[in-house]
């Protein structure tokens, strides 16, 4: 039973970036096959899709997301982050890891979520 | 971009059927996917490609998707069913892949 589980800084302060870190059991990253995504959700608000990246390093962002994004992966720890830059209140959310499957594209296992909230 | 329009809330009694849209341009060339969210919870895949199910979700969830609506379609409709729902599409060209998310439907079940 694959597994996901974000771990990170529940409260960043503005301006600063946001790191998270997904670390998957159960299955390997290196294996091939899926993409490994950052998705949000801000409070009472829907699902964002934030990018994802393949084991090989190829990633694709949300073009609202881009320019303040970064997602890389670490497949010797089996682990993949996120970074997003100069963070607002704005950028207040749950933020899940999620797998996805490749050329389906549909999520088929999420971390529980974390709360990140932005304030100084 | 690509859009995908829901309807915010909908409303069953129990035992009845619910029926949960997803509009979007000519969506029925996509493959559509729905997600099943409740308080508090990360949300959980309920169908995929339409209209497959994963193992684990009952068979009263199915989906369906032609021209411009994909729909979700929940028979015998039990409390534990009340939840957020979102579909979901993958949209692809040759300059962005991108994952696009409905704005969630809420089901009440009265």
């Known amino acids: 039973q694959v597994q996901l589980q974000e771990s990170g800084p529940g409260l960043v302060k503005p301006s600063q970036t946001l790191s998270l870190t997904c670390t998957v059991s159960?299955?390997?990253?290196?294996?091939?096959?899926?993409?490994w995504s950052w998705i949000r959700q801000h409070p009472g608000k829907g699902l964002e899709w934030i990018g994802y990246?393949?084991?090989?390093?190829?990633?694709y962002y949300n073009p609202s997301l881009k320019s303040r994004v970064t997602i890389s992966v670490d497949t010797s720890k089996n682990q993949f982050s996120l970074k997003l830059s100069s963070v607002t209140a704005a950028d207040t959310a749950v933020y899940y890891c999620?797998?996805?499957?490749?050329?389906?594209?549909?999520?088929?296992?999420w971390g529980q979520g974390t709360l990140v909230t932005v304030s100084s | 971009s690509y859009v995908l329009t829901q309807p915010p809330s909908v409303s069953v009694a129990p035992g009845q059927t619910a029926r949960i849209t997803c509009g979007g341009n000519?969506?029925?060339?996509?493959?559509v996917h729905w997600y099943q969210q409740k308080p508090g919870q990360a949300p959980v895949l309920v169908v995929y490609?339409?209209?497959d199910r994963p193992s684990g979700i009952p068979e009263r969830f199915s989906g369906s998707n032609s021209g411009n609506t994909a729909t979700l379609t929940i028979s015998r409709v039990e409390a534990g069913d009340e939840a957020d729902y979102y579909c979901?599409?993958?949209?692809?060209?040759?300059?962005?892949?991108?994952?696009?998310f409905g704005g969630g439907t809420k089901l009440t079940v009265l």
């Open positions: 999620a797998r996805a499957r490749s050329l389906a594209y549909y999520f088929d296992y």
């Open positions: 000519n969506i029925g060339s996509k493959s």
């Open positions: 490609d339409d209209s």
């Open positions: 990246i393949y084991y090989s390093g190829s990633t």
């Open positions: 159960g299955g390997s990253i290196s294996s091939g096959g899926y993409y």
């Open positions: 979901q599409v993958w949209d692809s060209s040759s300059d962005h892949r991108d994952v696009v």
